[in-house]
């Protein structure tokens, strides 16, 4: 459902280019649980943007479930991503001064959809991450795992096949990172897809794949007896 075919995307600053991403070359079937593991500065972002049809490649081909998506302008490029795609950050990204229920609300405010509509389609998001017991508080009044859930609620509410997290449990102790992965594997088997960016071989693990990044080239970590090299 994705495929990436040698995709090249290089910066220029003040004359000097940097080659992030060279000649990549990515499958990833719906359904699969993937982990995209590299040291910082290894393309882990660049790839993210790429595949969140957040920033265009300089060249090679991108088929998000069979839409071309590297011929697409920056309007067709937002509608897709909205469509297909579910965002999950490391630091949460929700707005401070609306509650739990009301930051999950927000991607359907352009729906089209009424207010009771969308309030009950956020519970059951704030639901399926075990979270309704909290929906009218605060992110401050929550812990950060309990933001992270909301955040992957709201990534959900507009019922995205693809789940993209750029290191989802990067701002939370082991314990909390357990239980958010734990809820984004219950996700993958819910039948989504799930894409974990990040750089801690602990997490990395979790999933039911990995591949590796390493000054913009992948390498695909082999099947069980796979061993991931500490990055
Ligand atoms: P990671 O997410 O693994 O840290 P990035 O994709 O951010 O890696 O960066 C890959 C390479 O591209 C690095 O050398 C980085 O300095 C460079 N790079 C990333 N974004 C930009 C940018 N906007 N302008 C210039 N260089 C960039
Ligand atoms: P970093 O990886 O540097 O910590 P973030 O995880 O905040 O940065 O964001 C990763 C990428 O996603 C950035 O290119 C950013 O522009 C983009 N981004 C951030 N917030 C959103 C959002 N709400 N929706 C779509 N894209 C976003």
Do not use: W
């Given at each position: 459902?994705?495929s990436?075919?040698n995709?090249?995307?290089?910066?220029?600053?003040?004359?000097?280019?940097v080659?992030?991403?060279?000649?990549?070359?990515?499958?990833?079937?719906?359904?699969?649980?993937?982990?995209?593991?590299?040291?910082?500065g290894?393309?882990k972002?660049?790839?993210m943007?790429?595949?969140?049809?957040?920033?265009?490649?300089?060249?090679?081909?991108?088929?998000?479930?069979?839409?071309?998506v590297?011929?697409?302008?920056?309007?067709?490029l937002?509608?897709?991503?909205?469509?297909?795609?579910g965002?999950?950050?490391?630091?949460f990204?929700?707005?401070?001064?609306l509650?739990?229920?009301q930051?999950?609300?927000?991607?359907?405010?352009?729906s089209?959809?009424?207010?009771s509509?969308?309030?009950?389609?956020?519970?059951?998001?704030?639901?399926?991450?075990?979270l309704?017991?909290?929906?009218?508080?605060?992110?401050t009044?929550?812990s950060?795992g309990?933001?992270q859930r909301?955040?992957?609620a709201r990534?959900?509410?507009?019922?995205?096949?693809?789940?993209?997290?750029?290191?989802?449990?990067?701002?939370?102790?082991?314990?909390t990172?357990?239980?958010?992965?734990?809820?984004?594997k219950?996700?993958?088997?819910?039948?989504?897809?799930?894409?974990?960016?990040?750089?801690?071989l602990?997490?990395a693990?979790?999933a039911?794949?990995v591949?590796?990044i390493?000054?913009?080239?992948?390498?695909?970590k082999g099947?069980?007896?796979?061993?991931?090299?500490?990055?």
């Amino acid at each position: 459902m994705i495929s990436i075919e040698n995709m090249v995307k290089s910066y220029t600053i003040g004359g000097e280019t940097v080659t992030a991403l060279h000649r990549v070359s990515l499958q990833i079937e719906t359904g699969e649980f993937l982990a995209i593991i590299g040291p910082s500065g290894s393309g882990k972002s660049t790839l993210m943007n790429m595949i969140g049809c957040l920033d265009k490649p300089d060249s090679g081909n991108y088929l998000l479930e069979g839409n071309k998506v590297n011929n697409m302008n920056d309007n067709q490029l937002a509608k897709i991503r909205n469509k297909k795609i579910g965002f999950i950050f490391q630091n949460f990204n929700l707005l401070p001064k609306l509650s739990a229920i009301q930051n999950v609300e927000l991607p359907l405010l352009y729906s089209g959809m009424n207010q009771s509509e969308r309030r009950k389609i956020a519970e059951s998001c704030l639901e399926k991450v075990g979270l309704l017991e909290r929906a009218n508080h605060l992110p401050t009044q929550l812990s950060g795992g309990q933001q992270q859930r909301v955040a992957i609620a709201r990534a959900l509410v507009c019922n995205p096949p693809i789940l993209l997290a750029d290191e989802p449990t990067g701002a939370l102790d082991s314990k909390t990172s357990k239980e958010i992965m734990g809820v984004i594997k219950q996700l993958n088997e819910q039948g989504r897809t799930i894409i974990v960016i990040t750089h801690d071989l602990s997490i990395a693990n979790q999933a039911k794949r990995v591949v590796q990044i390493n000054d913009g080239k992948l390498t695909e970590k082999g099947g069980k007896e796979r061993e991931v090299s500490s990055v």
